[in-house]
């Protein structure tokens, strides 16, 4: 078969072009969406930075506007948008997700709310998260000074070759 002219080749790309895209919107599976929050720590010093993410799974996720988590101003944020496609047995799947991190220092246990996220037209809400905030243990400054130094060792006496924990405190 001989092809001539322009014309005949832009109908044989259309062809495998939509040849393609039935294949592919046949034979991928799409994950179906969902909302989940996690943080970075569950239990922090109190004034510590903690990060709260929520990942949405779906093609178009629109996050809530949240300024301040449990009383804690919200000092970052960032959102990102992750596609994977995997090919397995035979099987194509795609999965689209977009994920919003969230910093802030916490100073008092909160339990963080539930967030509703709209994922392609549909609400979903995360599962609320229990933050517990504990004092630091760290010796507190002496006078009016603008940082300190101290080390504290777990034994009293030791032997040559006996190990020693030695812990340092810098306060600033």
């Known amino acids: ?8 080749v832009q109908k044989i790309v259309v062809f495998v072009l939509t040849l393609f895209t039935i294949h592919y919107s046949l ?11 996690t943080l970075s720590k569950t239990e922090v010093v ?4 903690v990060q709260l993410k929520i990942k949405a799974i779906g093609n178009r996720a629109a ?3 949240i300024r301040e988590i449990g009383g804690s101003q919200v000092v970052g944020r960032h959102q ?30 909160m339990t963080i709310p539930s ?18 905030v504990v004092q630091s243990t760290a010796p507190l400054m002496a006078n009016d000074n603008k940082f ?25």
């Not at 034979?27 to 929050?37: G, H």
């Open 63 to 65: 996050f809530p506007n």
């Open 27 to 37: 034979f991928t599976a799409v994950e179906a969406a969902s909302v989940e929050a």
């Open 148 to 172: 300190s130094l101290q080390m504290r060792s777990d034994k009293k006496s030791v032997m040559v070759g006996e190990p020693v924990l030695v812990t340092v405190y810098f306060s600033l």
């Open 1 to 8: 078969m001989q092809i001539y002219g322009k014309y005949n």
């Open 80 to 109: 990102g948008q992750n596609n994977s496609f995997t090919y397995i047995n035979g099987e194509m799947k795609n999965e689209r997700s977009t994920s919003l991190v969230l910093t802030f220092a916490p100073q008092h246990d």
């Open 46 to 49: 109190q004034g510590n930075m």
């Open 115 to 132: 967030y509703s996220v709209n994922i392609d037209g549909t609400v979903y809400k995360t599962d609320p998260i229990v933050l517990k």
